[in-house]
């Protein structure tokens, strides 16, 4: 992601000074270092940023300015990256599906943290990965409800598998920990709450004293306007949860914000490219592009439209049928978007929290796709 060396003071100025055709994200580094600090200074534990979620070197960077030491990372390729723009970083593997070249590649690039949920992947680390100093943390899945999409679909051990990986993991010698994703976008603290305390009884099952809990990511971003995200709550309820569940033998605690760190920094300016007799709206961009989740986490309500000449439509809401600009009948976002009465063609219409998985996830599909970037003061 490059960006220009102009800072404009906000998205409508840029957008109505060059009237760009292409759809185009604004980044506030502000924005992205205010959030880094309320998670150093609110969380009560290791903070570090899964890099998935925005792998731009602008935002690695400002993160990294910001104080963040330690970084999520799920490939080689930004094992690599991370090595290039903050050499001195913590890495930390916790994507737990690797090819054996893979784990080699972070042995050599100096991972010192590993995660785990089967004896099949625990053996291919204990026979490739020096135990010592090492930590390897069992990731478990519960079946918690709150998150936007379940996480443990995919990826964790039951309870009682992760206290048989959990000896395992001490027995060969390596820093026994447990890990845990309770989904995305937990706008509450319930999820954390219920993972921690089976941690508990998944250590205890163990016998097994572990050094950390990876309290995952989850972390919401502001996406529905009557509903700003509460970290300071979240980040008392794990706390106060880790006490409880714990006592004295409490483990350090590790999150690993991806969404909930960098979503609110960014803002998606796309343009009305055609306005249907019926209503339905054309955009330049769409679901192969910096859309792509929209079909998976529907609601992100935060938008403003303004004309091509700067004016706010403020006519009220009307459901609309929104379509992507390719030629494919599924590039349509779900449900139907709220938008002014008086929409017209070449408006623009700004999604706000649009910061992960939406440059890393867009395609040229179809030969759409350009992406423009822009830095702002603020959004």
């Given at each position: 992601?490059?960006?220009?060396k102009?800072?404009?003071?906000n998205?409508?100025?840029y957008?109505t000074?060059l009237?760009?055709?292409?759809?185009?994200?604004?980044?506030?580094?502000?924005?992205?270092?205010?959030t880094a600090?309320?998670?150093?200074?609110?969380f009560a534990?290791?903070v570090?940023?899964a890099?998935?979620?925005?792998?731009?070197?602008?935002?690695?960077?400002?993160?990294?300015?910001?104080?963040i030491a330690a970084?999520?990372?799920?490939?080689?390729?930004?094992?690599?990256l991370?090595?290039?723009?903050?050499p001195?970083?913590v890495?930390?593997y916790?994507?737990?599906?690797?090819a054996?070249?893979?784990i080699?590649?972070?042995?050599?690039?100096?991972v010192?943290?590993?995660?785990?949920?089967?004896?099949?992947?625990?053996?291919?680390l204990?026979?490739?990965v020096?135990?010592?100093g090492?930590e390897i943390?069992v990731r478990?899945?519960?079946p918690?409800?709150?998150?936007?999409?379940?996480?443990?679909e995919?990826?964790?051990a039951?309870p009682?598998?992760a206290?048989?990986?959990?000896?395992?993991?001490?027995?060969?010698?390596?820093?026994?920990?447990l890990?845990?994703?309770?989904?995305?976008?937990?706008?509450?603290?319930g999820?954390?709450e219920?993972?921690?305390?089976?941690?508990?009884?998944?250590?205890?099952?163990?016998?097994?004293r572990?050094?950390?809990?990876n309290v995952g990511?989850g972390f919401?971003?502001?996406?529905?306007?009557?509903?700003?995200?509460?970290?300071?709550?979240?980040?008392?309820?794990?706390?106060?949860?880790?006490a409880?569940?714990?006592?004295?033998?409490?483990?350090?605690?590790?999150?690993?914000?991806?969404?909930?760190?960098c979503g609110?920094?960014?803002?998606?300016?796309?343009r009305?490219?055609?306005?249907?007799?019926?209503?339905d709206?054309?955009?330049?961009?769409?679901?192969?592009?910096?859309?792509a989740?929209?079909?998976?986490?529907?609601?992100?309500?935060?938008?403003?439209?303004?004309?091509?000449?700067?004016?706010?439509?403020?006519?009220?809401?009307?459901?609309?049928?929104?379509?992507?600009?390719?030629?494919?009948?599924?590039?349509?976002?779900?449900?139907k978007?709220?938008?002014?009465a008086?929409?017209?063609?070449?408006?623009?219409?700004?999604?706000y929290?649009m910061?992960?998985?939406?440059?890393?996830?867009?395609?040229?599909?179809?030969?759409y796709g350009?992406l423009?970037?822009?830095?702002?003061?603020?959004?």
């Open positions: 992601m490059d960006l220009t102009m800072v404009w003071r998205p409508a100025e957008l000074a009237k760009p055709e292409n759809p185009v994200l604004f980044f506030a580094p502000s924005a992205l270092q205010a600090q309320e998670f150093i200074n609110g534990g290791t570090t940023y890099v998935k979620a925005n792998p731009a070197e602008s935002v690695i960077k400002a993160l990294a300015a910001a104080g970084f999520d990372v799920a490939s080689p390729e930004e094992m690599r991370i090595r290039r723009l903050a001195d970083a890495l930390h916790n994507n737990p599906v690797r054996r070249s893979e080699g590649e972070a042995v050599a690039l100096g010192q943290s590993y995660s785990v949920d089967d004896a099949a992947e625990l053996a291919k204990v026979s490739l020096p135990p010592q090492t943390a478990f899945a519960l918690v409800a709150g998150a936007a999409y379940d996480f443990g995919k990826f964790g039951t009682a598998q206290a048989v990986l959990l000896r395992a993991v001490e027995n060969a010698g390596f820093v026994p920990s890990c845990f994703h309770p989904g995305t976008q937990c706008s509450a603290a999820a954390w219920s993972y921690i305390a089976e941690a508990a009884e998944i250590a205890k099952a163990a016998g097994v572990i050094a950390r809990l990511g919401p971003s502001y996406r529905i306007a009557d509903l700003p995200p509460d970290l300071p709550a979240i980040f008392a309820a794990i706390a106060r949860a880790t409880q569940a714990f006592g004295e033998d409490a483990p350090k605690l590790l999150c690993e914000p991806g969404r909930g760190m609110d920094a960014f803002a998606l300016a796309t009305v490219k055609a306005l249907r007799e019926r209503g709206v054309f955009l330049n961009d769409g679901v192969y592009g910096a859309l989740e929209r079909p998976m986490l529907n609601v992100i309500d935060r938008r403003l439209v303004i004309s091509s000449e700067g004016v706010r439509r403020s006519a009220p809401l009307v459901p609309r049928v929104v379509f992507g600009p390719t030629c494919d009948s599924v590039d349509r976002l779900p449900g978007v709220m938008l002014p008086d929409l017209e063609e070449g408006d623009f219409v700004l999604f929290g910061g992960a998985y939406s440059w890393v996830t867009n395609t040229r599909f179809n030969g350009a423009g970037f822009e830095q702002v003061q603020c959004l």
